[in-house]
């Protein structure tokens, strides 16, 4: 059974941006089809990522933490960049097409009409699941996919909870306000959650995790964010190691050899260097938080850097505010907006932007000014494919 053929009549929320597909959602329907195929324990220690922004990052960096540390080591992200199989990651490689397909196969006609009624996101958590399972992954690392209390990944049934920042993104779904997102976020604690983890959000914020947090949970709070010196990435793999030495320490792991001198590993999709020269760097900045966080590092690592921009952003997403504070920074010369393939057409009239179609692209990368690549992570592939085409 091919498994892109599969997926593809799957529905899929990351491709129709269907808020309303939430209104009535419930993990009741998912959480038996895991219990079916999964049983009602997990195997292995389990770790969930939730946050608006970070969860990527500090994602991959407790991977390779956990990896180059000797565990067997499992990571499930989203979304992907290139292929769907980049989502399901085992001691650092891809899981095969081969695999699914195989997976698919041996199921009996009622096992797979249960399959057939997930979601794609759904879909793809079950298969690590039970990829990480069969395997007796030691450490697995679920970034959650939109929120946390109706997350598919809850269902992983996380031992450690940890959270990277709180933004204002999916308001329509999550909630209004900081508060009400993240007591969202903190939704995925389960019963099996024994410890919690998080930077200093600020006295509001750190209130209310006090207040959310059951009784039990022991919390782990992060501090020593360097604002002048640092990026983004930078904080996030320093908050990533405490969060492995206090995993580690807590499991009271001794048979394995922990290395914490670690230089930090490149992420796609973050402040990733796709081309030296002319400079092309692309990092996946949605939301203004995201944005903000971006142009401070870029601060940092280049300083002097006056920027062309390609940007995009999907239908969800508060186009207008991103846009404002792009045209709005000296360090940014003009803004390619491209449209089609579900990114948004809304726009703003300013003599920075120049709305274009993505057949445009390769063109735009053909120029000498250093460009900077941001808004959605459905523009990697196409930058990818136009700076190989070269």
Same mark, same amino acid.
């Given at each position: 059974?091919?498994? %892109?053929?599969?997926?593809?009549?799957?529905?899929?929320?990351?491709?129709?941006?269907?808020?309303?597909?939430?209104?009535?959602?419930?993990?009741?329907?998912?959480?038996?089809?895991?219990?079916?195929?999964?049983?009602?324990?997990?195997?292995?220690?389990?770790?969930?990522?939730?946050?608006?922004?970070?969860?990527? @990052?500090?994602?991959?960096?407790?991977?390779?933490?956990?990896?180059?540390?000797?565990?067997?080591?499992?990571?499930?992200?989203?979304?992907?960049?290139?292929?769907? #199989?980049?989502?399901?990651?085992?001691?650092?490689? +891809?899981?095969?097409?081969?695999?699914?397909?195989?997976?698919?196969?041996?199921? +009996?006609? +009622?096992?797979?009409?249960?399959?057939?009624?997930? @979601?794609? &996101?759904?879909?793809?958590?079950?298969?690590?699941?039970?990829?990480?399972?069969?395997?007796? =992954?030691?450490?697995?690392?679920?970034?959650?996919?939109?929120?946390?209390?109706?997350?598919?990944?809850?269902?992983?049934?996380?031992?450690?909870?940890?959270? =990277?920042?709180?933004?204002?993104?999916?308001?329509?779904?999550?909630?209004?306000?900081?508060?009400?997102?993240?007591?969202?976020?903190?939704?995925?604690?389960?019963?099996?959650?024994?410890?919690?983890?998080?930077? %200093?959000?600020?006295?509001?914020?750190?209130?209310?995790?006090?207040?959310?947090?059951?009784?039990?949970?022991?919390?782990?709070?992060?501090?020593?964010?360097?604002?002048?010196?640092?990026?983004?990435?930078?904080?996030? &793999?320093?908050?990533?190691?405490?969060?492995?030495? =206090?995993?580690?320490?807590?499991?009271?792991?001794?048979?394995?050899?922990?290395? #914490?001198?670690?230089?930090?590993?490149?992420?796609?999709?973050?402040?990733?260097?796709?081309?030296?020269?002319?400079?092309?760097?692309?990092?996946?900045?949605?939301?203004?938080?995201?944005?903000?966080?971006?142009?401070?590092?870029? $601060?940092?690592?280049?300083?002097?850097?006056?920027? #062309?921009?390609?940007?995009?952003?999907?239908?969800?997403?508060?186009?207008?505010?991103?846009? @404002?504070?792009?045209? $709005?920074?000296?360090?940014?010369?003009?803004?390619?907006?491209?449209?089609? %393939?579900?990114?948004?057409?809304?726009?703003?009239?300013?003599?920075?932007?120049?709305?274009?179609?993505?057949?445009?692209?390769?063109?735009?990368?053909?120029?000498?000014?250093?460009?900077?690549?941001?808004?959605?992570?459905?523009?990697?592939?196409?930058?990818?494919?136009?700076?190989?085409? %070269?």
């Amino acid at each position: 059974m091919n498994a %892109d053929k599969f997926l593809s009549e799957l529905v899929n929320f990351e491709k129709t941006r269907n808020s309303n597909f939430f209104s009535e959602y419930s993990l009741d329907e998912f959480s038996n089809i895991c219990t079916k195929f999964l049983g009602s324990e997990r195997k292995g220690y389990r770790i969930s990522i939730v946050g608006t922004n970070g969860k990527g @990052s500090v994602s991959g960096f407790l991977n390779q933490f956990f990896f180059r540390a000797g565990f067997s080591t499992g990571l499930y992200t989203s979304p992907h960049l290139l292929t769907f #199989t980049e989502r399901i990651v085992l001691n650092l490689q +891809n899981i095969s097409e081969t695999y699914i397909e195989n997976w698919l196969t041996g199921l +009996n006609e +009622n096992s797979l009409s249960e399959v057939k009624r997930c @979601s794609y &996101f759904e879909f793809l958590t079950l298969l690590a699941l039970h990829y990480y399972q069969s395997e007796s =992954t030691e450490i697995q690392i679920f970034e959650a996919g939109l929120g946390g209390r109706l997350d598919a990944t809850k269902l992983c049934l996380p031992n450690s909870v940890v959270l =990277t920042s709180i933004g204002m993104d999916h308001v329509e779904i999550l909630g209004d306000n900081k508060k009400k997102i993240l007591r969202e976020k903190m939704g995925i604690i389960v019963p099996e959650t024994k410890y919690f983890f998080s930077p %200093d959000l600020g006295e509001e914020l750190n209130s209310e995790i006090l207040e959310v947090l059951p009784e039990g949970i022991e919390l782990y709070s992060f501090e020593g964010y360097k604002p002048e010196l640092e990026t983004y990435l930078e904080f996030n &793999f320093r908050f990533s190691e405490f969060i492995f030495q =206090t995993i580690s320490g807590n499991l009271g792991i001794s048979r394995k050899t922990i290395q #914490t001198e670690m230089k930090i590993p490149v992420i796609q999709g973050r402040l990733e260097v796709l081309r030296e020269s002319p400079f092309v760097i692309f990092d996946n900045a949605h939301n203004l938080q995201a944005l903000e966080s971006l142009f401070h590092s870029l $601060n940092v690592l280049y300083p002097m850097n006056q920027w #062309t921009v390609i940007f995009a952003n999907m239908k969800d997403k508060n186009i207008s505010e991103n846009l @404002s504070y792009l045209v $709005n920074r000296p360090d940014v010369l003009r803004i390619y907006q491209v449209i089609g %393939d579900n990114f948004s057409s809304d726009s703003l009239e300013n003599d920075k932007i120049g709305v274009v179609t993505q057949d445009r692209i390769s063109q735009i990368l053909s120029e000498n000014d250093p460009i900077l690549v941001t808004g959605s992570f459905r523009l990697y592939e196409r930058i990818f494919s136009s700076l190989n085409q %070269d």
